[in-house]
């Protein structure tokens, strides 16, 4: 199965998954205020200014169980920290969703799990 997806340039439903986790469901949406969701609901904005990557850096929390670490809000944090600047503020939804597509072409594996930042 793995060799007839890679051979049609598919998303395996982990990668798809992931990268929905970036798009539509609250990241890229609430970082740009397209929902009514404020960012503090779920994430904490780093306030130190000399990050390295981009300027809208996740905190991510500390976690003692294994349903926090796996909630949406701690799952998420180091795959958008490891995004360049330019994939963060392009403006429009699609304009991010093809930056996420040459990043996926050129790092492959970069939305699924056990890939290492």
């Known amino acids: 199965m793995k060799l007839r997806l890679e051979t049609l340039r598919q998303w395996f439903l982990e990668e798809r998954r992931n990268r929905?986790?970036?798009?539509?469901?609250?990241?890229?949406?609430?970082?740009?205020g397209y929902t009514d969701v404020p960012v503090s609901t779920y994430f904490d904005i780093t306030a130190d200014s000399c990050t390295r990557g981009h300027s809208?850096?996740?905190?991510?929390?500390h976690c003692h169980t294994d349903?926090?670490?796996y909630f949406f809000s701690n799952r998420v944090v180091s795959r958008w920290n490891t995004l360049s600047q330019d994939i963060v503020s392009a403006p429009p939804v699609n304009?991010?969703?093809r930056h996420l597509n040459?990043?996926?072409q050129k790092k492959m594996g970069f939305f699924?799990?056990?890939?290492?930042?």
């Open 95 to 97: 304009s991010f969703k």
């Open 112 to 117: 699924m799990d056990s890939w290492s930042a």
């Open 20 to 32: 929905l986790d970036l798009i539509e469901v609250p990241v890229y949406t609430m970082m740009h």
């Open 67 to 69: 349903l926090r670490l």
């Open 56 to 61: 809208m850096k996740l905190v991510k929390s």
């Open 102 to 104: 040459i990043l996926r």
